[in-house]
């Protein structure tokens, strides 16, 4: 009986020996049958040809016939590894647009479609689960408009080297548009908090949270438009969950909430994505972080104790927004859905939520009325009491670009 792999496909194929072509699959393909099309077509003589599929996963004979239409092969044709240098093949190098821990970011435009990709290279990576890998994967799962594009991820396992292909957003981050403005108008603060806390509260019914929300991890689309997307989910987790060796304790400093770092968290909690939104919401509105200090150890006790600052240039409602974010016990604070009802946003956040819960499988989300987006039910395969606890000392991002923001000058 037939499948619909029995019928001719037609993929695009790279290589770093010859110019890329297009080929016609159907369910008897054979690895002789490529290399005979490939000498016939450009009078080279392949010694032992090596097939790979879009994410620079090997392939035998037999995977051929689950290759779709329309999908990436990359070949090698003298037995050798594929490595990174075969996204030039497809793509040119513009310029660099960033560099940080977790690599370099690139601007390359795709050499026969003409549009533009970030590149995202990343090198010594010691195993598919590393946090790069694990980035991708979780973008994979979030198509929203307000979270950014991923699309297409190669691992090069022997080279311990790793390739996310994005959307290219070019109008600049949020912590640009302040440094640049020093301050934006309310009416302005309302349209990007109300994305960002759309896009978080769609990341916590698939039950990913963020957890380093900043004013740089958060792109204009382009200039001129006000439609921001969330980026870098480097730190993302599951909630409800830690990882094996993993501490509660990340994040950029001038963004952590009180119980990270008290240490009271012992799981993975949307609480410090609402924690992060008032710090944004905060900086938006007054140009400058609401909790500082002269030295770490300052800004971490103000941070304990809430200790922030209003402006009577602000409304009461914004106030009283982030009046209801920044509480220190974080079963006391506002949720995610509780900030896209509020007055000042105007929104719609419970009836968005709702929406949210139809179609969604997560068996984290109990009932809205609570204060929390999530909570572990007690019937939760998840067992708070048998998590493994780890709490070294606070542990701060080499790139955490403390200065934010001298803005607050």
Known sequence: MKTQFD???IVNVYSPNIPP????????TTFNDIRNQIIQGWSVIPKRIRIFNQNAHELIEQDLQFVLDGNKLYITLFGQDLDASIIFQEYEIVSEIGKGGQGTVLLARHKFIGSYVAVKITRDIEDEDSIIKRESKILKELLHRNIVKVFQTLFFSKAKECIIIMEYLDGGSLLQLIRNKGTITEQEAK?????IAEALLFCHSKTFVHRDLKLENIMLVSQGNTQVKL??????????TQRENETMNVGTLPYMPPEVLNGKLKFVSPCVDVWGVGVIMYSLLYGKLPFKGRTNEEKVNNILQCNFQHDLSVSDDAKDL????????HNQRISMQEILAHRWIGGNGLLQFRRLLKKSDNPFINNVKKKNDFEIRKKSVYDEQKVRISLPL??????SQETIIDISK
């Open 7 to 9: 019928k001719s496909r």
């Open 21 to 28: 072509f297009k080929l016609t699959l159907t369910f008897k």
């Open 191 to 195: 349209i990007y908090i109300k994305q």
């Open 231 to 240: 980026i870098d989910f480097g730190l993302a987790g599951v909630a409800g």
């Open 322 to 329: 982030i009046n209801r974010i920044f509480v220190p016990k």
């Open 394 to 399: 606070i542990r701060y991002r080499a790139n």
